[in-house]
T-cell receptor
């Protein structure tokens, strides 16, 4: 069993839809949770960063962490074609010296 | 803030030559940087953890003498692919986290290596 599970998609939605992306994990020691967006042939871009459980909102993006269920989500409201990319969840035990554990990434296509 | 740069952005070399890739944190200090490689349509694969002032830690299956890492300062890490072969052709990406931050890491734009 992988430490972090993520549906690879692809996920295709019409423009304006609400997108829900999810990851599950097995290690209860993870404390920091991140979502990255990666366009083709580019480095990942940090979208959302959450410490422990709870919700965080930034513009059209909302990240949720449920540590009791070992489940994290990223919601994208009013999706745009420019949101088409691969979305990677990542988590770590804590601190900048600890390596990230990634999900496989979900490929999202927002159709105009 | 939190910008990581890589140089070069792409490189083509002949088989048997060595290639050096630089990773810099431009506006923060990082005691630890990470090197990944990524094949098309696949997720990131961690190659090694680069520690400032000490030896790097390579992941299982990654040859430390082939993928040399030097972390010369709190803002610079280099990856040297020695005696490169066509199978080393890939997208190499580095990441770093601020020593004053939490667990988040910031990624460079990546370096595309093609070995002929």
């Amino acid at each position: 069993q992988k430490e972090v599970e993520q549906d690879p998609g692809p996920l295709s939605v019409p423009e304006g839809a609400i997108v829900s992306l999810n990851c599950t994990y097995s290690n209860s020691a993870f404390q920091y949770f991140m979502w990255y967006r990666q366009y083709s042939r580019k480095g990942p871009e940090l979208l959302m960063y959450t410490y422990s459980s709870g919700n965080k909102e930034d513009g059209r993006f909302t990240a949720q962490v449920d540590k009791s269920s070992k489940y994290i989500s990223l919601f994208i409201r009013d999706s745009q074609p420019s949101d088409s990319a691969t979305y990677l969840c990542a988590m770590t035990y804590g601190g900048a010296t600890n390596k990230l554990i990634f999900g496989t990434g979900t490929l999202l296509a927002v159709q105009p | 803030g939190a910008v990581v740069s890589q140089h070069p952005s792409w490189v083509i070399c002949k088989s048997g030559t060595s290639v050096k890739i630089e990773c810099r944190s431009l506006d923060f200090q990082a005691t630890t940087m990470f090197w990944y490689r990524q094949f098309p349509k696949q997720s990131l694969m961690l190659m090694a953890t680069s520690n400032e002032g000490s030896k790097a830690t390579h992941e299982q299956g990654v040859e430390k003498d082939k993928f040399l890492i030097n972390h010369a300062s709190l803002t610079l890490s280099t990856l040297t692919v020695t005696s490169a072969h066509p199978e080393d052709s890939s997208f190499y990406i580095c990441s770093a986290g601020s020593i004053t931050g939490g667990g988040e890491q910031f990624f460079g734009p990546g370096t595309r290596l093609t070995v002929l």
